[in-house]
């Protein structure tokens, strides 16, 4: 019976799987699809993983339990924001690490399967962008997540009397380690969840988001160490738990109890700004995947044009346009000579009337090379010309005055992997047939080191491009340089109707909280909106409609402490992390010395 049973949910599996993959091939936008299809498929290997098992009930009960785990801590992130499942919603994987120290099988699938499905839940909708990038995200980081479970596993069986508390630390270091390099994809970063619960985290201002990592797994590993068997086991409740454990309890309780504390004190001591700025925002929803790109730039530059009319005064001081405004339908532009393009002379003569008015847009655009400069990573070649000439693709933003002939420009340099960036092209050459599926290219997007800014009178903006607003500490370059505002061009659209732009829309508030500046988002399509220092939205727009919103925001040069120091909780993580492993290291070594002499004693 329970074969036909398994036989029935394999069927009704491919069923599925078949019949997803199907409408995927016919339908030009996929919404949930990819949730489906990536579940379907998992599915089945655990199906098929299972039978490899004798106690069949008992492997079931477990990968209910480690499912349970991962769908909490799914439901933490936006859209849904229960973050405070968080706090317990690791334990599985604990009690996972518990039973792979015994050599317990399956554990090692277990906590595989943790990951893998956390990583499903909450970003399957990169799918929607190009199936390739959901494939890699979800499965390439789960396997990367289960480095710092190695690490904190070879740790308590060398150094036992530290248990799974220097795991906090190896997770920290992985996920700071996943902002830096070229194959980055922090979305994941557990300390993101709390955007939804900005009002407990206001102390992001000193730790950055690291710091709500930090008190995550915190809080978990002290629930873990109330000990025992895990709670599917039966042999606990909740009652006799807390009796035999009111200490620990209370300590629990405190280590949740005091941050939110904390942060409401902050909360309530933070003022607005008190320099205030007039900004409008346009939100003028081309769909990218087949509209945006194919439509001529003068229907485009009507509805920018209509849009913004209705939304600016004499007093506005910004208007901002989202990622990619212009540059990609009709000719290219050049910046090199962006003052003589004739769009530009378009805005710059939409802006006559508004003389104190600056025009903030996304552009794409190429940089001709002189024959003075060398050919850099992301350098191309002109194929139609006689001599050796190169250029450079720039996902770019650019701010107009007509007053003005200076035109910044500043180049998106955080890119994202596969569609922006090649990563490691000189290690991995065979890898260029998958990037190329993802719709990006060997050379990749041209960057640049320094954050630039663009300035208005008296008031300076940090000019921030789609993916790059997920990196804290990367985006302090900004303040560095002045920035009393954050402006966040993006095109969220990619995703289509999913929690996709909603995360990306609620991590900014993060970026407000830890830096202490406003974030005034403008997309394509997705949801604009503008977001105080406390990290509170206000005027967010709905997906799929074109739309124009004005607010008067509080620009600020105050710094807050982690925009002076930056990620400390972070490096510091890297730095315990390298200390605990080249301990172990050392331990093993003299492990095997003492026994190779106990050997060779024995021998004379």
Known sequence: MKNKLKLIIVIALV??????????????????????????????????????????????????????????????F????????ALFALLPLFHLMDEALLKKKSSWFLIFHFFVLWNILTTWWVANAALMPGIVAIWLNSMLMLIPVWCGLQTKKYLPGLGFWPFLFYWIAFEQIHHQWEISWPWLTIGNAWSGFVSWVQWYEFTGTFGG????????????????RPIYSGEHSIHTIWRTHKIKGSAILLAILAPVCFSWVILFRTA?????????????????????????????????????RTVIRPSTQYLVFPETSFGEAGAVLRSNHLKGDPRIQYWKN?????????????????????????????????????????????????QIK??????????????????????????LPFLKPIVDKLGGSLEGLATQENREVFINGNHIIAPVICYESIYGDYMRGYLKNGAQAIFVMTNDGWWDD?????????????????LRRPVIRSANSGSSCFINVKGEISQATAYDIPIAIRETVGFTDRTS??????????????????????TIIALAGYQKLMAKSKDFMKIN
């Open 15 to 76: 069923f599925v799987f078949s019949l997803v993959a199907w409408r995927m091939s016919i339908l030009p936008l996929w919404g949930v699809l990819p949730l489906l299809f990536f579940l379907s498929a998992w599915m089945l290997i655990v199906l098929a993983f299972e039978s490899q098992f004798k106690t069949v009930p008992e492997f079931w009960k477990r990968l209910l339990f480690t499912s349970t785990g991962a769908i909490l801590l799914s439901l933490a």
């Open 78 to 85: 936006p859209p849904y924001s229960l973050t405070p499942f």
């Open 213 to 228: 990592t930090a008190w995550t797994i915190l809080i978990n590993l002290l629930i873990h160490q109330f000990g025992g």
């Open 272 to 308: 607005e700004p008190e320099k205030e700025v007039e900004i409008a925002v346009v939100q003028a929803n081309f769909e990218p995947h087949y509209e945006k790109f194919e439509i001529g730039e003068s229907v485009q530059f009507h509805r920018f044009d209509s849009l913004s």
């Open 350 to 398: 939409f802006l006559d009337s508004f003389p104190d008015l600056a025009l903030v847009t996304g552009i794409t655009s190429i940089r001709e090379l002189s024959d003075s400069e060398t050919p850099g990573r992301a350098s191309r070649k002109f194929i139609q010309t006689a001599s050796e000439k190169y250029y450079e693709v720039e996902n770019a933003a650019i």
């Open 402 to 427: 007509a007053n003005s002939d200076s035109i910044p420009l500043y180049r998106k340099s955080r890119l994202v992997p596969g569609a922006e960036i090649f990563p490691y092209r000189e290690w």
């Open 498 to 514: 999913t929690p996709g732009y909603i995360q990306h829309r609620e991590f900014s508030k993060l970026r407000a909280i830890e």
């Open 561 to 582: 402490f982690f925009a002076k120091y930056g990620d400390l909780i972070g490096y510091g993580s890297r730095f315990i992390s390298l200390a605990i492993m080249l």
